[in-house]
C-alpha cells in the first residue's frame, strides 16, 4: 500500500509470468494521499482478476491523478475487469501517448 509518498516506476518493464489470482499482476496500488507516476515501462502478458498489468485504486480525496505516459500494454489480460488497467474508487488518471494492443477480458458477467 502507498500512503502518502510519491512513487515513480521508469523505464520497467514487467514481462510474462506476472499471473495473479489477485489484482494488478504487474503492480497493485492501493492509495491515499500519493502521488504515482509511470513513464516508458512495457507490460506484456501479465494476468490478474481485476486489472491484468495495474490495479489501481484510491479512496482518498487528497490523492493527485495518477499518471501513466509513454507505456506499452500488450496481450494482458483480466478475469473480471480491466484488461490491462483496472481503475477504481475516487481514482483520477492522466493516460498519455500509450499504446494498448490485444489486452482482453477472460470472463465478465454481469449479476
Known amino acids: 500500500m502507498i500512503n502518502g509518498s510519491a512513487v515513480k516506476i521508469l523505464g520497467s518493464s514487467f514481462v510474462r509470468g506476472n499471473n495473479s489470482a489477485l489484482n494488478g499482476s504487474a503492480l497493485e496500488i492501493l492509495s491515499t494521499g500519493s502521488y504515482l507516476n509511470i513513464r ?3 507490460f506484456t502478458s501479465n494476468t490478474g482478476y481485476y486489472g491484468g498489468a495495474i490495479y489501481i ?8 491523478p495518477a ?3 509513454n507505456c506499452t500494454f500488450k496481450s494482458n489480460s483480466a478475469y473480471q475487469r ?8 475516487t481514482t483520477c488518471i492522466n493516460i498519455n ?7 482482453f477480458v477472460r470472463f465478465f458477467s454481469l449479476k
Open 40 to 42: 516508458d515501462c512495457n
Open 57 to 64: 485504486s484510491s479512496s482518498g480525496t487528497n490523492d493527485s
Open 67 to 69: 499518471q501513466i505516459s
Open 82 to 89: 480491466g484488461g490491462a488497467i483496472y481503475i477504481g474508487g
Open 97 to 103: 501517448d500509450c499504446t494498448f494492443n490485444d489486452n
